[in-house]
């Protein structure tokens, strides 16, 4: 027997598997619900975004079903994915986890943004922020102005590296668990507050102010990592 490429495997995987046997078991019956986020948490001992990672995971895989507003339940295993793949087999990084990478690189692509932005970098930037304020005007998820924003920065930072590897992030930004969080938790008022987060970014690249480029970049990913955390209860009916 050939041997196989071990590969190390993502937490929020190994909470996934660690789940899906215990279904599988029937330590959680179908129809049942699972403990709270937070339980599952502490009993696990890691942080309640991994937790979540693993859950949207096993949702995709239809193993489970997430009824906001009462809780996560286990579906009868007729329903469940018919693929042997599974969503937490895929190379995709954990959407939180990826958020707090773009949250230290992205900071810093914009502070050198700001130091080598020239006029047509400006003109692209802003180009692309009023195309996120069109599609958020039109009722639409601003998918496709979010990503030309921030690559368009990537671009202005003078660094074909870090460009490279902003690139990388959006690939996994299109990832299923990714899509699967923005479902619950992207909504018009949420879009409102990152349009503003993106203007005060684009404020200080023209400015040529690298600090305040950085720390405004800081604070609007950090505060979409907290949009992605919130409560369940927070979360768009399913």
């Known amino acids: 027997m050939p041997l196989k490429v071990i590969q190390p495997q993502r937490?929020?995987?190994q909470i996934a598997e660690q789940l899906r046997s215990l279904i599988s078991r029937g330590e959680f019956a179908a129809g049942?619900?699972?403990p709270a986020e937070r339980e599952l948490a502490k009993q696990l001992g890691v942080s309640r975004p991994s937790v979540r990672e693993a859950l949207i995971a096993l949702e995709v895989e239809k193993v489970i079903e997430v009824r906001t507003g009462s809780g996560i339940y286990v579906l009868e295993p007729k329903t469940r994915q018919p693929s042997r793949k599974k969503a937490s087999d895929t190379v995709e990084w954990g959407p939180l986890e990826l958020m707090r990478a773009r949250e230290l690189v992205e900071s810093e692509v914009a502070a050198l943004a700001a130091r080598n932005a020239k006029k047509a970098d400006l003109q692209f930037i802003g180009d692309a922020l009023q195309q996120m304020r069109d599609e958020v005007a039109k009722g639409q998820i601003p998918r496709e102005g979010d990503e030309a924003f921030h690559n368009?920065?990537?671009?202005?930072?003078?660094?074909?590296?870090?460009?490279?590897?902003?690139?990388g992030y959006w690939q996994a930004r299109h990832g299923t668990l990714f899509e699967r969080l923005g479902d619950y938790f992207e909504?018009?008022?949420?879009?409102?507050?990152?349009?503003?987060?993106h203007a005060a970014v684009l404020d200080a690249i023209r400015a040529h102010d690298a600090g305040a480029a950085r720390s405004a970049m800081?604070?609007?990913?950090?505060?979409?990592?907290?949009?992605y955390s919130a409560s369940w209860h927070r979360a768009k009916p399913s």
């Open 152 to 167: 368009a920065i990537a671009q202005a930072c003078g660094n074909e590296v870090l460009r490279d590897t902003i690139c």
């Open 218 to 227: 800081q604070r609007h990913l950090k505060k979409a990592h907290t949009r």
């Open 11 to 13: 937490l929020y995987r």
């Open 32 to 34: 049942t619900r699972l």
């Open 187 to 197: 909504d018009q008022k949420s879009w409102d507050a990152a349009l503003i987060e």
